[in-house]
Nanobody
């Protein structure tokens, strides 16, 4: 059974940093494309960053480029999202997800709340 568990969210002041973690079980980490997403109340889900199965290529959305960095530790089966220079508009529930290469994201975590105060 595949399980993704996010952690590391919380309340932070604007300009601060957080590091989110996504611990995966039940899947071979290096065989999946992994991604970070977020959804704020009343808004569409937004793709923030992805890392392909080989780890060679990453994608970061323009809205967070230069502030957010995706990485992974295959030995720990854990993916990270380092978030710096946080802004109030970064407030959202953050999710991690896994996809078989070439397919839609099929496994999702439960989400972790990030709240940035001004």
């Amino acid at each position: 059974q595949v399980q993704l568990v996010e952690s590391g969210g919380g309340l932070v002041q604007a300009g601060g940093s957080l590091r989110l973690s996504c611990a995966a079980s039940g899947l071979t980490f290096s065989s999946y494309t992994m991604g970070w997403f977020r959804q704020a109340p009343g808004k569409e889900r937004e793709t923030l960053a992805t890392i392909i199965w080989s780890g060679r290529n990453t994608y970061t959305a323009d809205s967070v480029k230069g502030r957010f960095t995706i990485s992974r530790d295959t030995a720990k089966n854990t993916m990270y999202l380092q978030m710096n220079s946080l802004k109030p508009e970064d407030t959202a529930v953050y999710y991690c997800a896994a996809a078989t290469p070439g397919k839609r994201y099929e496994y999702w975590g439960q989400g972790t709340q990030v709240t940035v105060s001004s």
